[in-house]
């Protein structure tokens, strides 16, 4: 097999302290992909928040800092943390991320307080979980929080102008509800929240463009290919043409003529980010991917995780962790083989859950194989 084009961004080393079903975990790992495999509820999903806890958020599961501690019949423990030595594009780096003092998560890097965000750009990383398996049949908002994951992990400013945009606009809503707000002060709201809306759009028409050139560089193999496209009025005005600033102008007067809309239903109905709608059609079959089976439907959004992993690969001289919770489940045998080429070929450090051993035998000698029972993890040859 060639050589992956990038070095990984890797855990080489994991330690648990009080964190879900374990009370002290300590891993040596290799900069390979990894199989959990054992029984549900074993603990191998919790292993995979654990990682995913080295990246900004809240998580694959959005579980908050008080619901990951571990809890016994003596009562929960006082803290919990997720510790890892991990190999970056900068270098070897040590990765801390616990509850501090009142709850609240707290984030080191080589043992120094640091902002959670930078975490994204030392380690970029991707998860799936079976939540997501029909996701292009489910709610839009799912669909969006989705994509706006990939944004992210390529761009962590999304993530800081999103949390501001929602931010702004619960304030201004709040606003609305109480129909006494001076008109001055939801100007101001209005413009701030246009300039956070129209940041988020245009990440978002980037991370797009990015992630279709790698869709179509590659011929339909064992992942079909996919048409993909944003609904939404601020991204469709930047797409035909307009400047930052005057799609700023134009969605601000949006939101003012909106008030009165918007205060009668409680809610932000003005057309904005929030509302945006990610599109995609199974190329091959022509059809909207939420027609397509639940094994179809899967097998689009490995399409588009991959697809970004290569693309983070080119963009940070890495390729990015891959968090798979059960990803092969409701696969066939071709595409089990397939997923495991992508990933040796991008160089992933991969983490894959599922019940059987033998559903990682693709992979061959390239991955490192763990037992999980009940909360006990064994490395297995």
């Not at 270098?91 to 890097?109: C, D, F, H, M």
């Not at 931010?167 to 929240?193: N, S």
């Not at 102008?249 to 109905?269: C, I, N, P, V, Y």
């Amino acid at each position: 097999m060639t050589p992956p084009p990038v070095p990984p961004a890797a855990v080489r080393r994991l330690r648990l302290t009080d964190f879900r079903g374990y009370a002290l975990l300590d891993l040596e790992l290799e900069a390979v992909p990894v199989a959990l495999y054992g029984a549900n509820g074993s603990g191998k999903t919790n292993l995979l928040e654990a990682v995913s806890f080295l990246a900004p958020g809240r998580g694959l599961r959005s579980a908050g800092a008080d619901a990951v501690v571990r809890k016994s019949d003596e009562g929960a423990a006082a803290n919990w943390a997720v510790f890892a030595e991990a190999q970056t594009r900068e270098g070897a780096v040590r990765l801390g991320v616990g509850s501090g003092e009142g709850g609240r998560r707290q984030t080191r890097i080589d043992g120094q307080p640091a902002p959670q965000g930078q975490l994204a750009r030392l380690l970029p990383m991707i998860w799936l979980t079976p939540a997501q398996d029909r996701l292009f049949a489910g709610p839009r908002g799912d669909r969006l929080k989705f994509f706006d994951r990939l944004v992210y992990s390529a761009d962590p400013a999304h993530a800081e102008a999103a949390s501001a945009y929602d931010k702004v606009r619960t304030r201004r809503q709040r606003l609305l509800d109480e129909g006494r707000a001076d008109p001055a002060w939801l100007d101001a709201l209005e413009t701030e929240m246009a300039g956070h809306g129209v940041a988020m759009a245009a990440a978002r028409l980037e991370a797009l463009i990015r992630l279709q050139g790698e869709i179509d560089a590659r011929p339909e193999g064992a992942f079909p290919q996919a048409d993909l496209a944003l609904d939404g009025a601020v991204e469709a005005g930047l797409a035909g043409g307009l400047d930052a600033g005057t799609a700023e102008d134009r969605f601000a007067q949006a939101l003012r003529e909106g008030r009165s809309r918007d205060a009668a239903a409680g809610r932000t109905l003005t057309p904005g980010p929030h509302r945006t709608e990610l599109v995609a059609r199974h190329r091959g079959k022509d059809r909207p991917a939420g027609d397509c089976s639940t094994g179809e439907q899967k097998a689009l959004i490995l399409t588009l995780a991959l697809a970004q992993a290569r693309a983070l690969g080119r963009q940070y001289g890495a390729a990015p962790l891959l968090l798979l919770d059960e990803a092969c489940a409701h696969l066939d045998a071709a595409r089990r083989e397939g997923l495991a080429r992508e990933i040796l070929a991008t160089g992933s450090q991969a983490w894959l859950t599922g019940v059987e051993r033998v559903l990682f035998e693709p992979f061959g000698a390239g991955i490192q194989y763990f037992e999980i029972d009940a909360a006990t993890v064994t490395a297995q040859p």
